[in-house]
């Protein structure tokens, strides 16, 4: 038998049960998948915090809790289609980036060399230019990230 969960941990509980009638009703109402999908919003947020902060790695009943929410994630993921182990959401990543680059008239070599040309604006602290390339691919779908595993990901093209 786990640790009682109290406390940040049955929260954490609570918000996955939430999350799952979220998604169901999200569901039932004609299918509104982006709905369900963004009912994991304020669950990943937890997860998240479980995971990375002191309050959330000492809570009570932490495990127990961690484990509810990625079951959540899981059968929410499943619910609408999409992938739940690493390799699937690294396919569907790489789809995503694919029409990214097809609907914004790109190839990944512009995007290579756009953010080779961002690194060296910054390292010379030309932030002005920096910014413009970050801004002139963002319009185009393709957010250009500043640190971690991917150098760039799909974005919503904001239109107005």
């Known amino acids: 038998a786990g640790a009682k969960v109290t406390g940040l941990a ?10 799952r009638a979220a998604m169901a009703a999200a569901l039932a109402d004609d299918l509104n998948t982006p709905l369900a999908v963004a009912s994991l919003s304020a669950l990943l947020k937890f997860l998240n915090d479980l ?3 002191k309050a959330g790695k000492k ?7 961690l484990g509810d929410l990625i079951g959540a994630v899981e059968q929410t993921l499943e ?10 959401g690294a396919a569907l990543l790489e789809a995503l980036r694919a029409l990214t680059l097809s609907r914004a008239g790109l190839t990944a070599q512009e995007v290579e060399a ?11 602290k030309d932030f002005p230019e920096s910014d ?8 185009k779908g393709v957010a ?5 595993k991917e150098a760039w ?4 093209v904001l239109l107005g």
Request: charged share 30%.
């Open 10 to 19: 049955a929260e954490g509980c609570k918000l996955a049960t939430e999350t």
């Open 51 to 53: 995971l990375t902060t």
């Open 59 to 65: 809570a009570p009943g932490r495990v127990e809790a």
């Open 79 to 88: 619910a609408v289609g999409l992938p739940t182990d690493a390799a699937g």
């Open 114 to 124: 756009a953010i080779a040309r961002r690194a060296e604006a910054r390292a010379a």
């Open 132 to 139: 413009r390339i970050r801004d002139d691919f963002g319009a």
């Open 144 to 148: 250009l990230m500043d640190g971690g």
């Open 153 to 156: 990901r799909p974005t919503p």
